[in-house]
Nanobody, 119 residues
Framework: VQLQASGGGLVQPGGSLRLSCVTS????????IGWFRQAPGKEREGVSC?????????YYADSVKGRFTISRDNAKNAVYLQMNSLKAEDTAVYYC????????????WGQGTQVTVSS
């Protein structure tokens, strides 16, 4: 099982980044994919989640609503997080994770990609 997160980088406040999470080794159609982030000295927090291919519902933390958009490409077994109007407080390591339908626990995690928002 692999979840490969990429797309992080350094961006100025107000800028945009698109994170990708490419997966393999499990039945992608039956898994929800979530994005999490962890800033230095802070606990990991959930950012966004998209449900399985059957439902395709999306959820967002209040702090990113209206600025971030999650999507999934079932043909590529990938999930994307489009991040717009980035703020300094969005700076963190971003991780993607997968959980199977009907379970609340995330079973598989990617390695993380650094997002730094700074002028």
């Amino acid at each position: 099982v692999q979840l490969q997160a990429s797309g992080g980088g350094l961006v100025q406040p107000g800028g945009s980044l698109r994170l990708s999470c490419v997966t393999s080794g499990f039945d992608f159609d039956y898994y929800a994919i979530g994005w999490f982030r962890q800033a230095p000295g802070k606990e990991r927090e959930g950012v966004s989640c998209i449900s399985s291919r059957m439902d395709n519902n999306s959820y967002y933390a209040d702090s990113v609503k209206g600025r971030f958009t999650i999507s999934r490409d079932n043909a590529k077994n990938a999930v994307y997080l489009q991040m717009n109007s980035l703020k300094a407080e969005d700076t963190a390591v971003y991780y993607c994770a997968a959980r199977v339908i009907g379970r609340s626990r995330y079973d598989y995690w990617g390695q993380g990609t650094q997002v730094t928002v700074s002028s």
